[in-house]
């Protein structure tokens, strides 16, 4: 296996659906030199959310997937419009999709959604303290259930299937991720704030003696 990019000889748009483009390249094999007829889907940039309530509950939403031909349990997400930037479109899907608007938002992580055949990549976003501020306003070809579980619960809902949108379970692996992060921050704070407090002592039995 070579460590380069396979040469593009060729390329051109065979459908285009609107939400993404079908592109048919001719591509030379670096291995044997030899053409071959790939296929990619072009879509814009995803944005999914883990909006979490001041009592640690998930919003989540549960729509039916064309592709699966069934309801499928997700958090809230959406594509990133033209010349908006990834945190501007996770404010904005959360608010249409549920009616929450968050206290902060923080980036956690991105991945390709599906390097084998498209182009584009998910941004995470974890919205904290969201409450209910409107009521929500789906696209039209939307039909949207939103509801609101534990944390706790919904970590149930990965491990036995019931959430099974790869993008998602992704989504909830950067959180695992956020989470270890602030636990070992605080811990090194908490050690920091003790070491200096031991010293403080220290200097003060010094000053005394």
């Not at 969201?130 to 706790?152: F, M, Q």
Request: hydrophobic letters at 35%.
């Amino acid at each position: 296996m070579t460590d380069g990019k396979w040469k593009k000889i060729g390329t051109e748009v065979v459908f285009d659906a609107g939400i993404f483009r079908l592109r048919r390249d001719t591509v030379i094999n670096p291995r044997n030199q030899l053409p071959l007829k790939t296929y990619g889907l072009e879509s814009p940039d995803w944005v999914n959310i883990i909006a979490l309530t001041p009592e640690n509950e998930v919003v989540l939403v549960s729509q039916f997937r064309h592709g699966i031909e069934a309801v499928s349990l997700e958090i809230p997400g959406g594509v990133i419009d033209p010349g908006e930037e990834p945190i501007e479109a996770a404010a904005r899907e959360l608010l249409e999709e549920t009616g929450f608007s968050p206290a902060q938002i923080i980036p956690i992580g991105v991945v390709d959604a599906q390097p084998a055949y498209q182009n584009n990549r998910c941004h995470t976003f974890l919205a904290l303290g969201v409450k209910r501020t409107a009521e929500p306003t789906p696209d039209e070809g939307e039909d949207l259930e939103v509801s609101v579980e534990p944390l706790a619960r919904v970590r149930d809902y990965l491990r036995q299937g019931r959430i099974a949108h790869g993008l998602i379970v992704a989504a909830f692996h950067w959180l695992e991720f956020w989470l270890a992060d602030q636990r070992s921050q605080s811990g090194e704070s908490s050690r920091s704030q003790g070491s200096q407090g031991s010293q403080s002592s220290d200097g003060g039995d010094g000053g005394g003696s």
